[in-house]
């Protein structure tokens, strides 16, 4: 009697008519004002801002702990094979951005497709995901520039780290320096910015091509010692590729920068997908080049897991290479800040348009048209953080927000192919008297017409068409329902090795018999026909087989996170639940919104 009642509980899965998230809401937002992102990016810009906040520090230090731990020589392998497995993601990204080019990415994604309590989940997570890695990145920038002053000793005293004692983390006045540019530099506007990032991004590539052409000239004249070894090119095996590239998946994870400024390109439909494509082609290439060239200099088992390339090259007598490739890192470190703050505040200028955050989130100045006040607010806490911790043992929290947004993305991808909303939103005037708002059917106008006649025969036809649309698409959610819980059982039941084998035999059977028994009933009752004519541009691939494939690799790269990231990242989304509940809830954009479905057909 005290609890809460069925349409109550209706409200956590309420989702936003695809329709407003690029007409009315984000204008409502504003205070009436209509101002929205200035839609200046084209594909260099794209690029420049997918390979930047890509190809950061990881290609610098990830390489030798890598190789020296798990691929050995094959490291090249695993780099493909993480490439391949964020591409996964990324075809789920391109189709989405194309179907709703808004600000937002994962958040609005699922907002729209699976509900609003998951979406708020969702934002929350990416927006810790940004702040702690935009902050990870600055605190690695002092100790790559300490090398230009001869030490960290000699750096200026406002660029050194400081030790205070009682405090385990010396402070880090650089970091938090930077960070403030970074923020300041967006707050003149996205071009702007993507301009800068550019820049840096094509300088950090010249780098690159100097270790590859450098580094393969040192090769072919020394015979690359590094694939001499007695132990062959996989010394651990199959295994250790596929757990280097497990380790090596986050190195790729920057493309979704690129799918949060869809609201700001000029054609969303055709530069998204191409700049996704072009971010993760080069950077996949890029990272191969390198990885043959570091693992052929050294044998694997010498590389030096905190400087790989600079040791490699003074093994060879190439002391001087060092500044030229600190000078890539410091690069990589600056494009992968920009990349790593830009998002943050478009994220949180999204909630603020739906209800889910205070409304002065969503302002967006008319000069720059960016959102200065959320950019401003990211900036300060990043620039804290960075300054106060050393944010290397948080780093499994933003593993945390990227993984469960690249699920969320796939499993959006399935939910607007085979369930998509039909849905009118109505704004409750008076008691029993609903007004339309914003209409998402999809109707045609001969549908209306047929809806309209007065004549029994045509309306009894809809009728039988909008019962057959509602079975179907009951089918086909419990198959997408069924699919997730599949994946869950499964990659458990891979993942921890200590259970007893036939616990994880029985485990194993069970979910992948709900995967196989799911897709096959998806197959069979076929996509839905108007979802596929409503993208206006990229289509993913083999679906339902890709989503399916990416929600098992992000599942078990989430099971295999540890227990103490898991801990940290509930107590979160615990603190991000109660904002939820005690304010999004209220003041939510759909709150007084009664939904009446509409049939496709």
Known sequence: MGGPCWPDLQCLVRRKPAAASSTGCAEAADGGGGQRLAKTLTIPHLAALGVGSTIGAGIYVLV????????????????????????????????????????????????????????????????????????????????????????????????????????????????????????????????????????????????????????????????????????????????????????????FIGFDTVASTAEEVKNPCRDLPLGMGLTLSVCCLLYMMVSVVVVGLVPYHAIDPDTPISSAFAQYGMHWAEYVVSSGAVLALVASLIGGILPQPRIIMAMARDGLLPPLFSAVNRQTQVPILSTILTGTCAAILAFFMDVSQLAGMVSVGTLLAFTMVAISVLVVRYAPPYEMAMEVALEGTPESLISNSGLSEQDEQNLEDPFGNVVQESTVSEIDSKVRRQKAIRSIVLICLGAIIFVFAVSFSFLPFYVRMTACTIGGLLLLSSSIVLLYIGQDKISLGLTGGFMCPLVPLLPICCIIVNGYLLMNLGSQTWIRVSLWMVAGTLIYFFYGLKHSSLAGMAYHRMSPL
């Not at 179907?99 to 937002?104: I, L, V």
């Not at 605190?139 to 230009?148: D, E, H, V």
């Not at 993507?194 to 010249?206: C, D, P, Q, R, W």
């Open 64 to 251: 030798g702990t890598v190789a020296r731990e798990h691929t050995g020589p094959g490291l090249t392998m695993s780099f493909l094979i993480a490439g391949i497995a964020a591409a996964l993601s990324a075809l789920c990204y391109a189709e989405l951005s194309c179907r709703f080019p808004s600000a937002g990415s994962a958040y609005h994604y699922s907002y729209i497709c699976i509900g609003e309590s998951v979406a708020w989940l969702i934002g929350w997570a990416l927006i810790l995901e940004y702040t702690i890695g935009g902050s990870s990145v600055a605190r690695g920038i002092s100790p790559n520039l300490a090398l230009f002053f001869g030490g960290q000793d000699k750096l200026p005293f406002f660029l050194a780290q400081v030790h205070v004692k009682g405090l385990d983390t010396p402070l880090d006045p650089c970091a938090a320096i930077l960070v403030f540019i970074v923020t300041a530099l967006l707050c003149l506007g996205i071009k702007e910015s993507s301009f800068v990032e550019g820049i840096i991004t094509t300088a950090n590539i010249l780098v690159m091509l100097f270790v590859i052409c450098a580094g393969g000239w040192l090769g072919f004249k020394n015979g690359w010692a590094g694939y001499k070894g007695p132990e062959g090119y996989f010394p651990n095996g199959v295994s250790g590729v596929l757990s280097g590239s497990a380790t090596l998946f986050f190195a």
